[in-house]
């Protein structure tokens, strides 16, 4: 008996502690109302610890903003050359902030540049 009540405790503390994990993940990938996208190698996306293609990006911006009441999509640019959007992940980032009718933006450093879907 002891053993079991040891083991459902332990379970317990595991759940909480996954939860927990979890929800600190969800933290970092939506600042001032806008989920902040990185772009990833082969027309990919990051957010946050989650890697997506265009479809699974879709629905994920979808289920933020009906979740977490995001009002935007950033698109952030990184330093270096391999961190740096591609203009078919611009175009994506621009049509799904459009469908799902979303603010887009880039970033390049500090400055916000609105994103249009030219």
Do not use: C, W
């Not at 459902?8 to 001032?32: E, Q």
């Not at 699974?56 to 391999?82: A, P, Q, R, W």
């Amino acid at each position: 008996m002891k053993k079991f009540m040891l083991t459902v405790r332990a379970t317990f503390l595991l759940v909480m502690l996954a939860m927990f994990l979890s929800t600190a993940a969800h933290a970092g990938d939506v600042r001032d109302g806008r989920a902040i996208v990185t772009p990833a190698k082969e027309d990919r996306y990051k957010i946050g610890s989650y890697t997506f293609g265009k479809a699974e990006l879709f629905g994920y911006i979808s289920e933020l903003k009906e979740t977490k009441k995001i009002t935007g999509i950033v698109l952030k640019n990184g330093y270096s050359d391999s961190n740096k959007a591609t203009d078919e992940q611009r175009h994506s980032i621009a049509s799904i902030g459009k469908t799902l009718q979303l603010e887009t933006f880039t970033q390049d450093g500090r400055e916000l540049e609105p994103l249009s879907n030219d």
